[in-house]
């Protein structure tokens, strides 16, 4: 049995267990999700060609509580503006999309991987492509904009991580998963460039399982929720899914197991993440888990190889114009 398939056993066996199936105060059906991109309730995704650049999830409770919704959108990966014009542009759309809701969104969640390789220039272009959005915006870091200087401009423009606020009856929590991959950049004395290029790789070898919630976090995770009720409804908003879906690409937490033993007590979890630019699905448990599509491009579904993945479907570190 190799490695992947052990840890999901591990999963299965920690977190399958027979008769726990997550709460069922939010519905959602099949046809919707297949249909309609991403769901909590009902939703609906903006089209730009192929590929959907906004989700918008509505939220209902079959115990009561107000109906609201907010918008997701994730994985940019903006270059310089003179390098890719059609990822800038894909990102006005959906910003456009976000502006255009009758009635408006609650809020916008940016969901990670705002530029492509870190730069302050392409920070700085997403921040001002996404000052056009009025509502309230929050945002988590993803690993293409963390790495070149270690958080330090994302922190600075978009505020640090984790955090968290109650709205209409959810709690709503941020959390990093990206900051924390093993150093293996200094002992090969590589620069802050070097380091980001190994990062911005989704298969690369030397970044390893980098993909953590931590130790602190989890910690403060469980002290945010100490005073929450065990069945009202908890939203985590994470660039990662927290689950074991493909180590490889880091389509997971490592630390999954410390993850889920402080959600256990809780009844109503959903985690929503970006970073496998896919649709997804996934009840583990008692936490329902969704996946959305990025603005940029489309990941094959693992374990499809990358350097299979059709010529000129997308040309991942390049520069596209």
Same mark, same amino acid.
């Given at each position: 049995?190799? !490695?992947?398939?052990?840890?999901?056993?591990?999963?299965?066996?920690?977190?399958?267990?027979?008769? !726990?199936?997550?709460?069922?105060?939010? %519905?959602?059906?099949?046809?919707?999700?297949?249909?309609?991109?991403?769901?909590?309730?009902?939703?609906?995704?903006?089209?730009?060609?192929?590929?959907?650049?906004?989700?918008?999830?509505?939220?209902?409770?079959?115990?009561?509580?107000?109906?609201?919704?907010?918008?997701?959108?994730?994985?940019?990966?903006?270059?310089?503006?003179?390098?890719?014009?059609?990822?800038?542009?894909?990102?006005?759309?959906?910003? !456009?999309?976000?502006?255009?809701?009758?009635?408006?969104?609650?809020?916008?969640? #940016?969901?990670?991987?705002?530029?492509?390789?870190?730069?302050?220039?392409?920070? =700085?272009?997403?921040?001002? *492509?996404?000052?056009?959005?009025?509502?309230?915006?929050?945002?988590?870091?993803?690993?293409?904009?963390?790495?070149?200087?270690?958080?330090?401009?994302?922190?600075?423009?978009?505020?640090?991580? +984790? /955090?968290? #606020?109650?709205?209409?009856?959810?709690?709503?929590?941020?959390?990093?998963?990206?900051?924390?991959? =093993?150093?293996?950049?200094?002992? %090969?004395?590589?620069? +802050?460039?070097?380091?980001?290029? $190994?990062?911005?790789?989704?298969? &690369?070898?030397?970044?390893?399982? /980098?993909?953590?919630?931590?130790?602190?976090? *989890?910690?403060?995770?469980? !002290?945010?929720?100490?005073?929450?009720?065990?069945?009202?409804?908890?939203?985590?908003?994470?660039?990662?899914?927290?689950? =074991?879906?493909?180590?490889?690409?880091?389509?997971?937490?490592?630390?999954?197991?410390?993850?889920? =033993?402080?959600?256990?007590?809780?009844?109503?979890?959903?985690?929503?993440?970006? $970073?496998? $630019?896919?649709?997804?699905?996934?009840?583990?448990?008692?936490?329902?888990?969704? &996946?959305?599509?990025?603005?940029?491009? +489309?990941?094959?579904?693992?374990?499809?190889?990358?350097?299979?993945?059709?010529?000129?479907?997308?040309?991942?570190?390049?520069?596209?114009?």
């Amino acid at each position: 049995m190799n !490695e992947q398939a052990l840890h999901r056993r591990d999963m299965d066996r920690l977190l399958r267990r027979s008769g !726990e199936t997550p709460s069922n105060a939010i %519905r959602m059906t099949r046809r919707i999700f297949l249909h309609k991109s991403l769901v909590l309730g009902t939703a609906g995704a903006a089209a730009y060609g192929f590929f959907p650049l906004l989700n918008t999830l509505d939220f209902a409770f079959a115990a009561g509580g107000e109906p609201f919704k907010f918008a997701w959108i994730s994985d940019t990966h903006l270059y310089p503006r003179d390098l890719n014009s059609r990822f800038v542009e894909k990102t006005v759309r959906a910003i !456009e999309e976000v502006q255009a809701m009758d009635p408006p969104a609650d809020f916008l969640i #940016f969901g990670g991987d705002l530029a492509q390789l870190g730069d302050p220039v392409e920070l =700085e272009l997403g921040a001002e *492509l996404l000052e056009e959005v009025t509502i309230k915006k929050v945002f988590i870091p993803g690993e293409h904009d963390w790495y070149l200087d270690m958080g330090e401009t994302w922190n600075r423009m978009f505020g640090e991580t +984790p /955090w968290t #606020f109650d709205h209409k009856g959810v709690r709503f929590i941020g959390l990093d998963t990206v900051s924390r991959a =093993e150093d293996f950049w200094t002992s %090969r004395k590589m620069s +802050p460039k070097e380091r980001m290029g $190994h990062m911005a790789t989704l298969d &690369g070898t030397l970044g390893g399982a /980098w993909a953590a919630v931590g130790a602190e976090q *989890l910690i403060w995770l469980g !002290e945010t929720l100490s005073d929450w009720p065990k069945d009202a409804p908890i939203v985590l908003f994470t660039h990662n899914p927290i689950y =074991e879906y493909y180590p490889p690409w880091n389509f997971w937490v490592r630390d999954w197991r410390q993850l889920h =033993e402080v959600l256990e007590p809780y009844a109503n979890v959903t985690n929503i993440h970006g $970073h496998t $630019h896919q649709v997804l699905y996934n009840e583990i448990g008692k936490v329902r888990s969704i &996946g959305m599509l990025a603005t940029s491009w +489309p990941w094959p579904y693992a374990p499809v190889s990358t350097a299979t993945f059709p010529d000129g479907f997308f040309l991942l570190n390049r520069q596209l114009v």
